[in-house]
């Protein structure tokens, strides 16, 4: 059984569905990549299994227990961690300050996270007493990251870590997310920049119109010609 | 230049502080709750209304039933949030606002129905001004101001140095995201209640002091205190004390005979200043001048 579950999610928000029953399975120390067009329902799934969106119908299981409908707040202590696309840093706190709060629910971890933290982005150091909203988008991405594995979870689940951030950033966080994968802790990444993302991926998992549209190991869906022309842009 | 001092400044200062005490409540309910909290100005009546109840029962002073009015205004805020408030909060913020317009009335009438609609004053001994230089203040006044200086100091280290604090820091930034931080977010509104529901007992025994009680002297400021909370923009508590401090000074200095020995302004327009103020901060800082949240 993997880690995360999921089978045949149906949601969205209000009265409008944007998940038509999904599939989805990922493992501890797997990258896995789900892709797809614009309102594919990528980070609406996401959004799904942090408790922050509507479920219809459809399981979504965490180390072997039900997590639908269970609130967000209970699922940081579960081993599930989530940073989403937009606002995820504290602005008005430090860096610092926000490692803190990764560690809100176990603040016994603090030292060891901030330490880890720092070994995996050491560009933070000089930044800890910054409030993390003077931040570069980058370096935010970083801060954001590295507040969800305070914990040390057992799946991090990244709403597109690298939109908007310059071709150097993008492959400092995709080496990262490796590494993070190669410490026994699963990725789950929804992502934009499909091809260099894919590459990395031990899944990928293809979304069109709030459904599974293939699923297979990253490169296999790289060499694909149908997948490439239908949603990778040839 | 010492009656400036005496009978604008001081007085502006006392003022000022007392709009402080209850304008850092607005703008931390505000932060955590998304929530314009219009019941704030009679929970700061039914301290001071408390406050006296207590003075007279037990022959204390107003200063040492401080402690009482608290004791009542946080159960108070506490249980207005959770039959009231709790139900409505992913309501539009204006439901919000009306139901705690609601509650606000409830306050006034229970105060009207036990210590009727006449202005009374806490007992207070006649002391004389202590006078340095020809520099003349009241007592109860540097008290006042020395109080409520001390209560944005632990405010300030609560916020800054606490666990529970930067919680609250970071639920004002983003809910959501604290949620998925896993931090408890209706423990952090219940702390919120108890903070803010002190500082207003306080704000309300202190404006007993330096005035007089009558039920609605806590929703004649209130407006003061939203123009206080939104010019230093609303969610960062240190920009409503500012802001407070700021308004307090404004309206007293306001009426100062500058030209010609009248007032600038008549003592009677002297709310009129908060309204002023409120307006021109919305029409050119809408942020306030510590970039609020609006």
């Known amino acids: ?234 | 230049m010492l009656q400036l001092v005496n009978f604008y400044v001081v007085p502006g200062l006392v003022l000022g502080a007392i709009y402080a005490l209850s304008a850092t409540g607005l703008s931390l309910i505000y932060g955590v709750m998304r929530f314009a909290h219009f019941a704030h100005g009679d929970l700061m009546a039914l301290g001071a209304y408390v406050a006296l109840g207590a003075s007279t029962a037990f022959g204390i002073s107003a200063w040492a039933a401080i402690p009482f009015a608290a004791a009542v205004t946080v159960p108070v805020a506490l249980a207005a949030d959770a039959l009231f408030y709790a139900r409505l909060r992913r309501s539009l913020p204006a439901v919000l606002l009306i139901s705690s317009f609601g509650v606000a009335l409830m306050l006034r009438a229970v105060i009207y129905l036990i210590f009727g609609p006449t202005p009374v004053t806490f007992p207070r001994p006649i002391v004389p001004p202590l006078v340095w230089e020809g520099l003349r203040i009241q007592r109860r006044h540097v008290w006042i101001i020395l109080g409520s200086a001390l209560s944005a100091f632990v405010l300030h280290l609560i916020l800054s140095r606490t666990r529970a604090g930067r919680a609250m820091r970071a639920m004002s930034d983003d809910p959501d995201l604290a949620r998925i931080t896993g931090v408890p977010t209706a423990g952090v509104i219940r702390l919120t209640w108890v903070i803010a529901a002190v500082l207003v007992a306080l704000a309300g025994v202190f404006l007993g002091l330096d005035t007089q009680l009558q039920p609605v002297m806590g929703f004649n400021v209130l407006l003061a205190s939203f123009a206080a909370a939104i010019l230093g923009g609303i969610g960062r508590p240190w920009g409503a004390a500012f802001g407070g401090l700021i308004l307090g000074l404004a309206e007293e200095c306001a009426t100062y005979p500058l030209l010609a020995g009248a007032p600038l302004l008549e003592p009677t327009y002297k709310s009129a200043v908060a309204f002023a103020v409120l307006i021109a901060t919305l029409l050119f800082r809408p942020q306030g001048l510590f970039r609020g949240m609006i």
């Open chain 1, 1 to 234: 059984m993997a880690l995360l579950e999921v089978r045949g999610l149906v949601g969205g928000y209000g009265e409008t569905d944007i998940l038509h029953g999904v599939d989805l399975d990922a493992d501890a120390g797997e990258v896995v990549v789900v892709v797809g067009a614009n309102g594919a329902g990528k980070s609406t799934l996401m959004k799904a299994v942090a408790g922050l969106v509507r479920i219809r119908s459809g399981r979504v299981r965490f180390a072997g227990e039900e997590i639908a409908g269970a609130a967000s707040e209970t699922l940081v202590l579960r081993g599930l961690a989530y940073v989403p696309q937009e606002r995820n840093v504290f602005p008005s706190l430090t860096v610092e300050e926000n490692l803190a709060m990764g560690a809100y629910a176990r603040p016994a971890m603090f030292r060891e996270g901030k330490d880890r933290a720092l070994a995996l982005f050491p560009d933070l150091a000089a930044k800890l007493a910054t409030p993390a909203g003077r931040l570069s988008g980058g370096q935010r991405q970083m801060v954001a990251i590295a507040r969800a594995l305070m914990l040390q979870p057992r799946l991090i689940m990244l709403d597109e870590p690298t939109a908007g951030l310059s071709p150097k950033f993008c492959s400092a966080i995709f080496a990262r997310v490796q590494e993070i994968a190669r410490d026994g802790i699963g990725v789950l990444m929804v992502e934009q920049n499909a091809r260099p993302a894919l590459a990395i991926a031990d899944r990928g998992v293809v979304l069109a119109q709030g459904r599974n549209r293939a699923t297979a190991p990253g490169p296999a869906l790289l060499a694909d010609p149908d997948i490439g022309r239908l949603f990778l842009g040839g």
